[in-house]
């Protein structure tokens, strides 16, 4: 079936450090592909997405590439900060209207 | 943006009553809503689809007896967990999406049930 597979972390990061968040699924056909961050105390909100292959999402430095080659959608950032510290979930839908299928969320501790 | 509440945000409840959760959009029109259950360091586990004006579609091993859902209104949906036990204690997460086949779904901030 379709699955979402993310490294668990924690991830302890010092501010400007680099940042990587492997994510892996299984689906069959093309899913859409999604990050969503979890601030303390919030609800999820969407940080990027990616609909094919090859598409690139980016949004507040943060980036991700659909690899459909290895299965792979990579969450990076060049230079984090203190105020990124969350917990990042990767999640795919295999099609529209259709509900999200997330892995298992990755927490970001960022300190300065 | 679109914005998703949800009431109550933390609820104890004694061992046998039952809760309501309340998820509403707060300036569009969902048609589809959708509940999930997270557990402590698990994913976000999908419960039900619910859609406007009909019943409620349950993920397998979710029973519907227990957790009813109605989605009665474009704006309202309801969780009701029924006798409620302390293993139903968790983190539920409602989500919206504001027109059939939309990529996009905005999430409620959650409810906190602890059941003693």
């Known amino acids: 079936g379709n699955s979402v597979t993310q490294m668990e972390g924690p991830v302890t990061l010092s501010e400007e450090a680099f940042l990587t968040i492997n994510c892996t699924y299984t689906?069959?056909?093309?899913?859409?592909l999604f990050w969503y961050v979890q601030y303390p105390g919030e609800g999820l909100q969407l940080l990027l997405k990616?609909?094919?292959?090859?598409d690139k999402g980016s949004n507040k430095g943060f980036e991700a590439t659909y690899r459909k080659e290895t299965t792979s959608f990579h969450l990076e950032k060049g230079s984090v900060q203190v105020s990124d510290s969350a917990v990042y979930f990767c999640a795919l839908r295999y099609q529209a209207g259709t509900a999200l299928i997330f892995g298992k969320g990755t927490t970001l501790s960022v300190s300065s | 943006g679109a914005v998703v509440s949800q009431h109550p945000s933390r609820v104890i409840c004694k061992s046998g009553t039952s809760v309501k959760i309340e998820c509403r959009s707060l300036d569009f029109q969902a048609t589809t809503m959708f509940w999930y259950r997270q557990f402590p360091k698990k994913s976000l586990m999908l419960m039900a689809t619910s859609n406007e004006g009909s019943k409620a579609t349950y993920e397998q091993g979710v029973e519907k007896d227990k957790f009813l859902i109605n989605h009665a209104s474009l704006t309202l949906s309801t969780l009701t967990v029924t006798s409620a036990h302390p293993e139903d204690s968790s983190f539920y997460i409602c989500?919206?999406?504001?027109?059939?086949?939309?990529?996009?779904?905005?999430f409620g901030p959650g409810t906190r049930l602890l059941v003693l």
């Open positions: 989500s919206a999406s504001y027109k059939t086949g939309t990529e996009t779904q905005y």
């Open positions: 990616a609909t094919k292959a090859d």
């Open positions: 689906a069959t056909g093309y899913p859409s």
